[in-house]
């Protein structure tokens, strides 16, 4: 027992030198990414201009046709996801465990959650276009394809999926954006009369 209490307590473990710089990088990088959020308008026109540059490097260059086909599948995939609803109504009619959308006009009124966070979607696409631009650095990347094919290819999958997903927001009767809804403003409090 006395020997419990003058024995040294052992030594807590430091994390070491490279675990140490990488979680200073991620609370860096963290800590920008945080400041950036407020500023949707910003932060999607730097994305535009990302995407636009890749697509200027990819004609100049004529080249990196199937990494541009993959990055707009992947972009299509994420916007897909960000016009979708978090609970499907289709599978969660049944059901009553979550939030769905409302299809009566009685029914009410729940706010439209999306699958894919606007952040989220962002982020995603800033970083797919960035990897995107890095691999048309390397030339094994660059495979050679007839690229009219994969652009009539593209503009088909875009097509049908776009209408598949026009005719479940018609179906269920949801719209993602925001814009064109009817906005309530808020009346302001009452100014308190006091009694003299």
């Not at 094994?140 to 009219?148: A, D, I, K, L, T």
């Not at 018609?170 to 719209?175: A, D, H, L, P, R």
Request: charged share 20%; hydrophobic share 40%.
């Amino acid at each position: 027992m006395m020997q419990d209490i003058l024995e040294p307590p052992e030594p807590i473990s430091q994390p070491g030198l490279i675990q140490r710089v990488f979680y200073t990088i991620s609370r860096f990088y963290q800590h920008y990414l945080d400041k950036w959020t407020p500023y949707t308008m910003s932060r999607w026109l730097f994305a535009i201009t990302l995407v636009i540059t890749f697509i200027l490097r990819v004609v100049v260059k004529q080249g990196w046709y199937i990494i541009c086909y993959a990055l707009g599948i992947y972009h299509l995939n994420l916007f897909l996801a960000f016009l979708t609803p978090k609970v499907d109504p289709m599978y969660s009619q049944d059901e009553d465990d979550g939030p769905s959308l409302p299809t009566k006009n009685n029914e009410e009124f729940r706010p439209f959650m999306r699958r894919l966070p606007e952040f989220k979607f962002w982020y995603s696409v800033t970083k797919s276009t960035l990897i995107a631009c890095f691999c048309t650095f390397f030339q094994f990347f660059n495979v050679p394809v007839f690229w009219p094919i994969l652009v009539m290819y593209f503009i088909t999958l875009f097509c049908i999926t776009m209408k598949r997903q026009i005719k479940h927001m018609i179906k269920y009767k949801y719209i993602p954006f925001s814009f064109g809804k009817p906005r309530y403003k808020s009346t302001p409090p009452e100014s308190k009369v006091t009694a003299q």
